[in-house]
């Protein structure tokens, strides 16, 4: 796909001033574009050859910071034009009322400060959406405390797609997934640390929650590598309002 624009194994992942995302914007979408800061003008320009979607931002005078006002707007815009006719709730949305997955998109909204691991208000909100609906439900959140990606599986599992915010294949990913339990265990199982192994999250974390409330939080991160394979560490059971958010994050950091 685009040969002459990009070439994934290559050291720069770019060519020709272009970048290509990859369920970035939108999932198992492929998104063409550039962004750039010049001379105070903060510009980006994205596009979807599929169906022409497009997002384009403009500024003077500014100046792009991983996080802040132009940031935000920036992923918004992006999110809104490319997920176009859409649903943003991904996974098993089988029995669940139009009404409560247009609620659940107001997730892509919150705004989290980047030293939270498991921002509050947003356990919150995940483990009352598991309540009325009695199934797992994951939340991908960048470094930067953008929403990514919400999904919903089914009372034991959920997927987990792949969302690679950084080039090389060698190193984290750039993404943390937060996921929900509705039995109330908040143990991470063999599967989650497969996924935490395979997909190379910064983190993976389980919540376990009795009616709409969490009960409790497990963290995993990779350490050293065995045999090539990075290990899971994992973290204690944690009460969910002693969750060590400023030490996970810093664990975070390669």
Same mark, same amino acid.
């Given at each position: ?8 194994? %290559?050291?720069?992942?770019?060519? &020709?001033?272009?970048?290509?995302? @990859?369920?970035?914007? @939108? ?10 800061? /010049?001379?105070?003008?903060? =510009?980006?320009?994205?596009? $979807?050859? !599929? ?6 931002? &403009?500024? $003077? ?7 802040? /006002?132009?940031? *935000? ?20 949305? !089988?029995?669940? @009322? ?16 980047? !030293? ?17 609906? +009695? +199934? !797992? ?7 930067? %405390? ?26 984290? =990913?750039?993404?943390? =997934? ?6 109330? $265990?908040?143990? &991470? ?5 497969? #996924?935490?192994?395979?997909? @190379? ?12 409330? /969490? ?9 050293? +590598? ?8 994992? *973290?204690?059971?944690?009460?969910? $309002?002693?969750?060590?958010? #400023? ?8």
């Amino acid at each position: 796909e685009y040969p002459e624009l990009y070439e994934p194994q %290559g050291k720069s992942g770019r060519g &020709l001033g272009m970048a290509i995302t @990859r369920g970035v914007f @939108r999932r198992n979408a492929t998104i063409v574009g550039h962004q750039g800061v /010049a001379y105070g003008a903060v =510009c980006e320009a994205w596009l $979807n050859p !599929e169906d022409g979607a497009a997002a384009i931002l &403009l500024t $003077n005078g500014a100046k792009m910071r991983s996080t802040g /006002a132009l940031q *935000t707007a920036s992923r918004r815009c992006s999110i809104s034009l490319t997920n176009k006719g859409e649903n943003m709730i991904h996974g098993n949305l !089988e029995g669940i @009322r139009a009404q409560l997955i247009k609620e659940m998109e107001s997730l892509y909204a919150l705004e989290f400060d980047g !030293e939270y691991f498991a921002p509050p208000e947003l356990v919150a909100a995940m483990s009352r959406y598991t309540g009325i609906i +009695r +199934r !797992e439900i994951s939340v991908y959140i960048s470094r930067d %405390g953008d929403v990514l990606d919400v999904s919903i599986g089914d009372s034991g599992s959920v997927p987990l797609p792949e969302v690679r915010l950084r080039r090389s294949l060698d190193r984290l =990913c750039g993404v943390r =997934c937060l996921h929900t339990h509705p039995d109330g $265990n908040p143990e &991470l199982s063999d599967v989650d640390l497969n #996924a935490l192994v395979k997909l @190379r999250f910064d983190a993976i974390a389980a919540i376990g929650v009795l009616g709409d409330k /969490a009960t409790g939080i497990q963290a995993a991160f990779l350490g050293e +590598r065995e045999n090539g394979v990075p290990t899971p560490q994992e *973290t204690a059971l944690v009460p969910i $309002n002693r969750i060590p958010q #400023a030490e996970w994050m810093a664990r975070i950091e390669e």
